[in-house]
Each structure stands twice: as C-alpha cells, then as structure tokens.
C-alpha cells in the first residue's frame, strides 16, 4: 500500500496560523481526510474529502491541495489546538486498506 | 451523529484470543460500515479492519490478516473485533469508528466520521 507522509512537528505562536503537509503518490486519485488527537482522547475528524469540514469543526481549520500533497491550515491558532494530527485516505489498488499518515504533533509555543 | 463505545479489552498471554465488542446508538447502524483502528503506546494510527453495512465485504491490514475477525450484528447494533494468536506487537488501544458511509470501498466513504474512546488490549506473559 501506499504511504502518506507528515512532518514529525509544527510550532507556532497563538494566533498564528499553522500549516501541515501530507504527501503520497496516490492522492491525486482518492480523498484525503484530517484527524486531531488529544492526549488520552480519540480522534476527531476536522476535514473531509480534501476541503470540507465537519459541522462543529471551527472555522479556522480548513483543508486544501491537489494532485501528491494536501494541507491543514488552522488559522488564528489558539492553546486548544495543540494535539496530534493525522491525515488519512485509502488504497484500493489490491484490496481496500485505509492508510493514516505518521502524524504532526502541533505545538503551540 | 451518534456514539459508539469500546469494551472487552484487557491482558492476555501471547498466542491466547480476545474478543472486542463494539456498541452503537444514536444512529442508524445498518446504513453503515464500521471500521477498527489500533493505536500502539506512544505511536500513530494503525488499521486494522472494516466491515460494510451488511457484511457483505470486510477487509483487513496485512498485519493482522488470517489472525482476526472483524463481525457485527445489525440486530443488536454491535461490531466486535476476534483477536486470534496474539502477538506482543498487538499492544494497543483499539477505537472502533463509524464509516460515512455503509458502502467503505465507494467515494463517498472510506472515512471515519464517529470515534469511541478506545479500550486497551495488552499482550503479555
């Protein structure tokens, strides 16, 4: 299966906007997805289907990109937003698999 | 959107079995696919299977292919997770997620919209 690929970590001053990358050969051909994980708790799905966010998500997590890489951007990054985030898409080049990126542990500085 | 939420976890010798169950409320189970994911102390997101709506397709990782089932019953709004020949390296914290969509394979699902809090499996003698 194919690999997606994160940075390890992104820093960034409150109210700043933070941007993380998710790279994989066979994006261009399936969604991508956008997860954030708090310590102890399960994931939370922020965005779908590469741009479209959940009802509840606030406003400043936004997904773009086409083609290999895709991005979160949180705007205007507040305390709260320090987690881990993780992209995800699928393979359905053998059989079907679902593929989770390594993911980014955002600081908030 | 609904919940769901994890059980049957805990610690188990190596090469012995484990059953996890699933419950679901809130939405309309049978519509559908519901997925396994694992995550391993202090590491990322694994995989680890999917079932569709009504059984008629489940896949798996390669790493736990042959050694686990994933089933569920729509009459009783469970998913459950048989864990066979368990290995140390299955330490995890298992979640159980609710697919957008009862048909995983199509664009429109494939992604996890509902996520339990996890129950810890931990393989050791």
């Known amino acids: 299966s194919f690999e997606l690929t994160q940075p390890p970590s992104v820093s960034v001053s409150p109210g700043q906007t933070a941007k993380i990358t998710c790279s994989g050969d066979?994006?261009?051909?399936?969604?991508a997805y956008w997860y954030q994980q708090k310590p102890g708790q399960a994931p939370v799905l922020v965005v779908f289907?590469?741009?479209e966010r959940p009802s509840g998500i606030p406003e400043r997590f936004s997904g773009s990109g086409s083609g290999t890489t895709v991005t979160l951007t949180i705007s205007g990054v507040q305390a709260e937003d320090e987690a881990d985030y993780y992209c995800?898409?699928?393979?359905?080049?053998?059989?079907?698999?679902?593929?989770f990126g390594g993911g980014t542990k955002l600081t908030v500085l | 959107e609904g919940q769901v939420g994890e059980s049957g976890g805990g610690l188990v010798q190596p090469g012995r079995s484990l059953r996890l169950s699933c419950a679901a409320s809130?939405?309309?189970?049978?519509?559908?696919?519901m997925h396994w994911v694992r995550q391993r102390p202090g590491k990322g997101l694994e995989w680890v299977s999917v079932?569709?709506?009504?059984?008629?397709?489940?896949d798996y990782a390669d790493s736990v292919r042959g050694r686990f089932t994933i089933s569920r019953d729509n009459a009783k709004n469970f998913v459950y997770l048989q864990m066979n020949s368990l290995r140390a390296e299955d330490t995890a914290s298992y979640y159980c997620?609710?697919?957008?969509?009862?048909?995983?394979?199509?664009?429109?699902?494939?992604?996890?919209?509902?996520w339990g809090k996890g129950t810890t499996v931990n393989v050791s003698s």
């Open positions: 289907k590469n741009t």
């Open positions: 066979a994006l261009p051909n399936h969604y």
């Open positions: 995800q898409s699928v393979d359905i080049t053998a059989t079907f698999s679902v593929v």
């Open positions: 079932i569709s709506w009504n059984s008629g397709r489940v």
């Open positions: 809130g939405f309309k189970f049978d519509n559908h696919a």
């Open positions: 997620a609710k697919d957008k969509s009862g048909h995983y394979e199509n664009p429109g699902g494939g992604y996890m919209d509902v």
